[in-house]
């Protein structure tokens, strides 16, 4: 079945720097990934919908300079949290939107667990 | 904007069956989910239904689907331990190109030994 990966599975740094999150496609191309944020104990919110070879789309509320995306291939985009702050701390989950169509083509990664201290 | 809901918590005895409701706004949702998510992982896709579909069974899941009232039910019969987890029922609206989801806020499944 298609599979998303997310790397690091988790991860803490300090205030002020930056911390770079992969999600990659890992057998099927994905023209649209999504990056979504969840807090403890609530849902997901979508952050902005990525697509390859174009800019983000960034969701209301959601600064576009804090969090830079790139989907430079079919099956890689990264999010960039820059100079994070400890109220970035979040889970972070992507997901991948297939080719072909239908109604479940969107695969979710593991998650990113991000700890800034 | 489109809203989920759903309640927070649900607690059942192993064996019996689960419920968990979930009730929606998007008049024009086309597909509606349910996901699991266990601690610490990512999100499990688990079954979804078309919006012109009224049920959808498959093996221990039963999606029930209420268009006019906007409401979504998952059964999962026979509740084991291993189905302690959080159940995330979303929504996908219409329109070209239009693949993002909506979800609710979960429900927290316990299953009593």
């Known amino acids: 079945g298609a599979v998303v990966s997310q790397h690091p599975s988790w991860v803490i740094c300090k205030s002020g720097t930056s911390v770079k999150i992969e999600c990659r496609s890992l057998?099927?191309?994905?023209?649209?990934m999504f990056w979504y944020r969840q807090f403890p104990k609530q849902s997901l919110m979508l952050m902005a919908t990525?697509?390859?070879?174009?800019?983000?789309?960034?969701e209301q509320g959601v600064e576009k300079d804090k969090f830079l995306i790139n989907h430079a291939s079919l099956t890689l985009s990264t999010l960039t949290v820059t100079s994070a702050h400890p109220e970035d701390s979040s889970f972070y989950i992507c997901?991948?939107?297939?080719?072909?169509?239908?109604?479940?083509?969107?695969?979710f990664g593991p998650g990113t667990r991000l700890t800034v201290l | 904007g489109e809203d989920v809901e759903q309640s927070l918590f649900l607690s059942v005895r192993e064996g019996d069956s689960s419920v968990i409701n979930c009730t929606y706004t998007?008049?024009?949702?086309?597909?509606l989910y349910w996901y699991k998510q266990e601690p610490g992982a990512g999100l499990q896709l688990l079954t979804y239904?078309?919006?012109?579909?009224d049920m959808k069974q498959d093996q221990r899941l039963t999606v029930l689907l209420n268009k006019k009232d906007k409401h979504l039910s998952l059964r999962i019969a026979d509740t084991q331990t291993g189905d302690s987890a959080i159940y995330f029922c979303?929504?996908?609206?219409?329109?070209?190109?239009?693949?993002?989801?909506?979800f609710g806020k979960g429900t927290k499944l316990s299953v009593i030994p």
């Open positions: 997901s991948a939107r297939a080719l072909a169509g239908g109604p479940n083509e969107q695969f």
């Open positions: 057998d099927f191309q994905a023209t649209t």
């Open positions: 990525s697509n390859e070879g174009s800019k983000a789309t960034y």
């Open positions: 998007d008049s024009s949702s086309t597909y």
């Open positions: 239904i078309f919006s012109n579909m």
């Open positions: 979303a929504e996908r609206g219409a329109g070209a190109g239009s693949y993002q989801l909506t």
